[in-house]
């Protein structure tokens, strides 16, 4: 099994479709259904079963599952330990971050780092999605998650209070909110993981049941874009609400666990030198702005 092979058969064992495989590696549905079919064919054992819900592995299958992923560990392994020591100031540098920050922060690092080293290509990733440095599927990510991993490089960029926040607009029509209230009588925009724990939701230490939640999102600056918008009531960072123009309200009161953001790479990668530069420069703008 060359690391080729080994590529194709763990992306249809994680995606358990081809279509979903050959979207991950770029390639056709084709050429990886025939793929998977030649690698059989070597091996003479049959990989995956054919099941009405996608591709599932055969006992076989996960026997070659282990090799596959201790071939893709020393792969990733030899890439990282190569890059570790490369001092070219070219070549793409991949970052993954989160909406708000890469529209707050990121860009403007970047366009430090073109003005420094024009020959630095940024790839960048906004999403909620956690992608894996040790895989390689970054090199650097901001974040608002400190990681567990041992491997992984994390500096804290910052940590903000998060506060309350209207818009000039909504507390004409609608006025502030009453402490004690529960939000009576008022719109609420909210994030949505906050409304998925244990606990019944709260704003800044407040009961919401007496309000309205109108809308419920993923993203911190969509949060923030409906605030502005006037939609409704939110908590943000105070940082950031700040930024917008926005209203705080009840500034005495802030959610028990503030807002951090952490800068995080593989150690591996630490000294390549347009990393490092990429990194330098997203210190930068976070100590310059924050």
């Not at 003005?115 to 960048?124: E, N, Q, T």
């Not at 440095?133 to 990510?141: N, Y």
């Not at 019944?200 to 949060?223: C, K």
Request: hydrophobic share 40%; charged share 25%; net charge positive.
């Amino acid at each position: 099994m060359n690391w080729d092979d080994t590529r194709i058969f763990l992306a249809v064992q994680r995606e358990r479709t081809l279509r979903g495989a050959a979207k991950t590696l770029d390639l056709d549905q084709a050429t990886v259904g025939r793929r998977i079919a030649a690698l059989e064919r070597v091996l003479g054992a049959t990989l995956f079963l054919r099941a009405s819900d996608g591709y599932v592995l055969t006992p076989a299958g996960e026997l070659a599952l282990k090799a596959a992923e201790k071939m893709e560990q020393f792969a990733h392994e030899l890439v990282r330990q190569t890059q570790g020591v490369d001092t070219r100031l070219e070549g793409d540098v991949r970052v993954t971050t989160t909406d708000s920050l890469a529209l707050e922060f990121l860009i403007p690092a970047i366009t430090r780092l073109h003005a420094k080293h024009p020959d630095v290509r940024v790839l960048m990733n906004t999403s909620t999605q956690m992608l894996n440095l040790a895989k390689r599927e970054a090199d650097i990510a901001v974040r608002t998650i400190k990681p567990e991993n041992p491997d992984l490089i994390a500096r804290r960029l910052a940590r903000w209070p998060t506060g309350l926040f209207a818009s000039k607009s909504y507390l004409k029509k609608r006025g502030e909110p009453e402490p004690g209230g529960a939000f009576a009588g008022h719109d609420i925009v909210m994030y949505q993981p906050y409304m998925t724990g244990c606990r019944a939701p709260t704003l800044a230490g407040e009961p919401i049941h007496a309000g309205r939640i109108v809308s419920a999102v993923n993203s911190n600056l969509m949060l923030r874009s409906q605030i502005k918008a006037g939609l409704g009531i939110g908590e943000i960072p105070v940082l950031l609400g700040e930024r917008d123009g926005l209203v705080r309200l009840w500034p005495d009161r802030t959610r028990s666990v503030p807002y951090e953001v952490w800068l995080v790479t593989h150690q591996d990668l630490r000294h390549t030198a347009r990393i490092r530069a990429m990194i330098d420069q997203i210190v930068a703008v976070f100590e310059t702005c924050a």
